[in-house]
């Protein structure tokens, strides 16, 4: 193959600029790399792009016709300051050729995004576990169109401004010579081809929103804040690609009697003055109350709370292994916080019989115990609920 730019482009020695150009631009398209991307016809779409840049330089084409380099003194191939191998043909294409950029057009298929609802569940729920229908509203694949996008029976057609690479490059020119950028298509949106009959139902989106009830099994365990993840619930992507995921997070609700505090359970028994000095016991509800009938065998729903005689307010009761499971193995404990409570109304039969007490016990005029404040358990117990 001969090497001689007039041969390459098939024109005379005289040829105008006009008819190197038209010639070019009939070659260049018959071998284009989108057109012919076998390699033969790259290695020539090449020969007749570097022929042109010789010839349509005049002070190249002057240095050839001397017989002389016609690259003498520039930077190298395709370096010529303000006029480079690309820029030949992006004059001509309106795009980087994907051969040479590696970019190509973005595809119309991608991966959905995550998606993310929050629900309420009851204290117990989130301890034991809970089974839950959920109606999520989330985009899924057409129907119509499959996820294609085009009208059913009809195909997206290669974008005729970039040629179907999705780029097209916009050249200025300031004094350090012509400064070229790639920009997306605007006609295809970079994806290289347009969708001449949307599908109707989708829009060309290939994706609809749709209501769904899903069913989540919400784990024994889960806290405030724990997000429960559903593989592939989420937004399906554009163009049918692949649905993200599904996160629900969990709020817990406040319960009526137990505050939580990590997987511990703590509650507040107030017992009377009375029943706090002669000793008694009480029967407090579980957790399980919550969520088993007292039918159901061999769960505890209830238990004994010995109140020794002489129990201070602030005492604790800690009952191993009956607070919240954790979410990986173990289970919390049950703390019940005892409050003394002081009578408030008596009547003159209480009171004549305390003052009787009072005196038996010498405490008449008691003086108090004036001792160095220290943090009570109250105040613990008081922070901790309000870290919570
Ligand atoms: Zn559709
Ligand atoms: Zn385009």
Redesign the pocket.
């Known amino acids: 193959m001969s090497q001689d730019p007039y041969d390459l482009l098939g024109v005379d020695r005289d040829a105008d600029t006009d008819t190197i150009k038209k010639a070019y631009r009939k070659l260049a398209r018959q071998y284009h790399p989108d057109v012919n991307p076998d390699p033969a016809s790259q290695e020539r779409f090449k020969e007749v792009s570097r022929a042109y840049e010789v010839l349509s330089d005049p002070q190249k084409r002057a240095a050839y016709d001397r017989g002389g380099d016609p690259f003498a003194g520039a930077a190298g191939f395709g370096q010529g300051a303000g006029f480079s191998f690309t820029d030949i043909m992006d004059a001509f294409f309106g795009g980087g050729a994907a051969a040479q950029s590696g970019r190509g057009p973005r595809s119309r298929v991608r991966r959905g995004q995550d998606a993310l609802i929050r629900i309420d569940v009851e204290l117990a729920e989130a301890a034991f576990g809970v089974t839950r229908e959920l109606k999520v509203d989330t985009a899924v694949v057409?129907?119509?169109?499959?996820?294609?996008?085009a009208s059913p029976g009809t195909q997206p057609v290669t974008c005729e401004t970039c040629h179907g690479v999705g780029e097209v490059a916009h050249v200025q020119r300031s004094f350090l010579g012509e400064v070229r950028t790639l920009r997306p298509c605007a006609a295809c949106r970079g994806f290289g081809t347009i969708i001449p009959d949307p599908?109707?139902?989708?829009?060309?989106?290939?994706?609809?929103r749709s209501r769904r009830t899903l069913t989540v099994k919400i784990p024994a365990g889960v806290d405030t804040g724990t997000r429960v993840q559903l593989a592939d619930q989420g937004e399906v992507g554009p163009g049918g690609g692949p649905a993200g995921d599904l996160y629900v997070e969990i709020n817990v609700l406040p319960h009526d009697t137990f505050s939580r505090r990590g997987d511990d359970l703590h509650c507040t028994v107030t017992v009377p003055m009375t029943a706090a000095a002669l000793g008694t016991t009480l029967s407090l509800p579980t957790l399980e109350a919550d969520v088993v009938s007292g039918q159901d065998s061999g769960v505890e729903t209830s238990f004994e709370l010995e109140v020794k005689p002489g129990t201070q307010s602030g005492a604790e009761h800690v009952l191993r292994g009956r607070g919240v499971p954790g979410l990986r193995g173990g289970r919390g404990d049950l703390v019940a916080h005892i409050v003394v409570e002081t009578p408030t109304r008596l009547d003159p039969r209480q009171e004549e019989l305390l003052q009787e007490l009072a005196a038996i016990r010498g405490e008449e005029q008691p003086t108090g115990q004036v001792k160095a404040s220290q943090k009570s358990v109250f105040g613990r117990l008081r922070d901790a609920f309000n870290q919570h």
């Open positions: 057409c129907g119509t169109c499959a996820g294609s996008g599908c109707r139902e989708c829009s060309g989106d290939g994706r609809v």
